[in-house]
């Protein structure tokens, strides 16, 4: 149990990454504010962290709306008093090749993807200047390095990321610390979104060898409660037994 407990608020938290890394920053002492659109699911999440005696609450949160997510850290703010960090994990992933053009989907992730993980930092950076001190955790992807058929624009938006992220410790270095962190297979819902059979049916075989979300999780935890004077910069998480 940490020492030192921060404000952390965490996008994308119904499910998946979010959600294991709502439970493993519960389970640190840390007090959170929880964001997505499933309200069911968030409301459920944080009945429960809070009966195991954690401090959590929830909004509902678009991340593609610049004034929904200034609303989301504003409540936060509000709550709490604060914003230590701000973990920037929403993502979607409807795979296909290019010659499909489903230009709705590419349109989709980087509306989720890229401009999901801009309006978060324009909502809180804001708020961690006034304060003088702040951290970024942007949840990318081993996407972020590579690329694979089918995943073009996926891995266009995750690298993306990664350079939204490296700017971001450039233009904060001092008072904002900033982590990119990389997932490699990871069990989610990420996978239910593919409606291209053929994308589909590789990413089945893809994933047979994959990390709990809980994994991630730790990863994230990990860079958050270094102290002050160490920025973790990036983080990429693979399985073991995976060589990819």
Same mark, same amino acid.
């Given at each position: 149990?940490?020492?030192?407990p921060k404000v952390v608020l965490v996008t994308g938290a119904s499910s998946g990454i979010g959600e294991a890394t709502a439970r493993s920053l519960a389970a640190d002492?840390?007090?959170?504010?929880?964001?997505?659109?499933?309200?069911d699911r968030l409301g459920a999440l944080t009945a429960?962290?809070?009966?195991?005696?954690?401090?959590?609450?929830?909004?509902?949160?678009?991340?593609? &709306?610049?004034?929904?997510?200034?609303?989301? #850290?504003?409540?936060?703010?509000?709550?709490?008093?604060?914003?230590?960090?701000?973990?920037n994990n929403a993502g979607v992933m409807p795979l296909s090749p290019?010659?499909?053009?489903?230009?709705?989907?590419?349109?989709?992730?980087? &509306?989720?993807?890229?401009?999901?993980?801009?309006?978060?930092?324009?909502?809180?950076?804001?708020?961690?200047?006034?304060q003088g001190d702040g951290h970024f955790v942007n949840v990318a992807s081993v996407g972020a390095y590579e690329v694979s058929p089918?995943?073009?624009?996926?891995?266009?938006?995750?690298?993306?990321?990664?350079?939204?992220?490296?700017?971001?410790?450039?233009?904060?270095?001092? &008072?904002?610390? #900033?982590?990119?962190v990389s997932p490699g297979v990871t069990e989610s819902e990420l996978a239910e979104g593919i409606s291209d059979p053929t994308a589909r049916?590789?990413?089945?075989a893809y994933r047979a060898v994959a990390l709990p979300a809980s994994a991630v999780a730790e990863a994230i935890?990990?860079?958050?409660?270094?102290?002050?004077? #160490? &920025?973790?910069?990036?983080l990429v998480v693979r399985p073991a037994a995976s060589a990819q």
């Open positions: 149990m940490t020492q030192t002492g840390h007090r959170l504010f929880l964001g997505a659109r499933r309200t429960e962290l809070t009966a195991a005696g954690g401090t959590a609450a929830f909004r509902r949160l678009d991340v593609t &709306d610049a004034a929904d997510v200034r609303a989301f #850290v504003a409540a936060a703010r509000e709550r709490y008093g604060r914003v230590d960090v701000m973990v290019l010659e499909a053009l489903r230009t709705d989907e590419w349109d989709r992730m980087i &509306d989720v993807n890229v401009r999901g993980v801009l309006h978060g930092i324009a909502a809180a950076l804001p708020v961690m200047r006034a089918t995943a073009a624009v996926y891995c266009a938006t995750k690298f993306a990321v990664r350079a939204i992220s490296e700017g971001l410790r450039q233009e904060s270095a001092g &008072d904002i610390r #900033v982590t990119l049916e590789a990413m089945r935890v990990f860079a958050v409660t270094r102290s002050r004077q #160490v &920025d973790v910069n990036e």
